[in-house]
């Protein structure tokens, strides 16, 4: 058997292939981690207790921070970072990458990717915490959707991609959708997500506002609680803590995403892995 194993894999792996591999290996196991949503003791202990109307509120407040930031809020968000100078480095990286073809050029871009993100996590647990201390817990909505949104801009820029367009802004808020969900639902959203990857076209009738609202409900179920929880003085830092949590998961779900169509791009320069089998060998 490990013969044929041999045979099978006698040609040279390229540094893509197991670039690509590892990819399809991480994201398998994100996708585990979201089979089913488990409520935690604390959630539990809350359910009782949080308003029936606190959920529409939140929806309402997510759905006003989107359509601000979309439309006006973009320019301030880009005043937290260097924009010139990472696309620069994006095609410092790029250049470098097509001279020297190595898993270490390819591995730049998510590593930028993933220096920004490490960044963005540890402001939102300072804001988030500092903020529940106080009791500050729906005033939180606009500055965490502000930080969700920093973290996937600078790792769209980290694999050259332009979040200006309207193409852009329906895939950032696919992949907020995709990154919360759960089960099928999330298995899905993981499909839609690899579908736009693959045309990157607006769906037919596509209403921006329709989409935020989609988004806007979808994080408002997630973090009713933890919102609830953080409107409380001091104990509201446990509610205020959970914002690193779910940034750590946005932006996990939105490196791996960004980093698998930047790979797409590339696509001249991967065979297709079609066969499970395959990239777990490949992997050795």
């Known amino acids: 058997m490990k013969s044929l194993v041999k045979n099978k894999f006698f040609r040279k792996v390229s540094p893509m292939e197991r670039e690509w591999a590892n990819l399809i290996q991480q994201e398998e196991q994100f996708l585990s981690r979201r089979v089913e949503k488990k409520e935690s003791f604390l959630n539990q202990k809350l359910q009782e207790k949080v308003p029936e109307k606190l959920q529409s509120t939140l929806e309402l407040a997510f759905g006003k921070a989107f359509s601000l930031i979309f439309d006006k809020g973009t320019d301030i968000i880009e005043k937290t970072y260097n924009r010139d100078e990472m696309e620069k480095t994006y095609q410092i990286n790029q250049y470098t990458d097509e001279v020297r073809q190595t898993r270490k050029s390819l591995a730049a871009f998510s590593k930028k990717a993933g220096v920004s993100s490490a960044k963005n996590v540890l402001l939102s647990s300072v804001s988030g915490i500092g903020l529940g201390v106080l009791g500050v817990g729906l005033p939180d909505i606009p500055l965490f959707t502000g930080m969700m949104l920093k973290g996937i801009y600078e790792i769209a820029l980290s694999y050259g991609f332009d979040y200006n367009t309207e193409e852009e802004k329906y895939f950032i808020l696919l992949l907020i959708q995709g990154a919360v969900s759960y089960g099928e639902e999330m298995k899905q959203m993981n499909e839609k997500i690899n579908d736009f990857m693959k045309n990157s076209y607006l769906p037919k009738n596509y209403q921006?506002?329709?989409?935020?609202?989609?988004?806007?409900?979808?994080?408002?179920?997630?973090?009713?609680?933890?919102?609830?929880?953080?409107?409380?003085?001091?104990?509201?830092?446990?509610?205020?803590?959970?914002?690193?949590?779910y940034m750590k998961q946005i932006t996990e779900y939105s490196n791996l995403k960004y980093k698998h169509r930047f790979y797409e791009m590339k696509k001249g320069k991967i065979e297709n892995i079609k066969d499970r089998n395959e990239w777990k060998i490949l992997k050795k």
């Open 208 to 245: 921006r506002q329709e989409m935020i609202q989609k988004t806007a409900a979808l994080l408002s179920k997630e973090l009713l609680y933890m919102k609830f929880l953080q409107g409380f003085p001091v104990v509201g830092a446990v509610g205020g803590a959970y914002d690193v949590i």
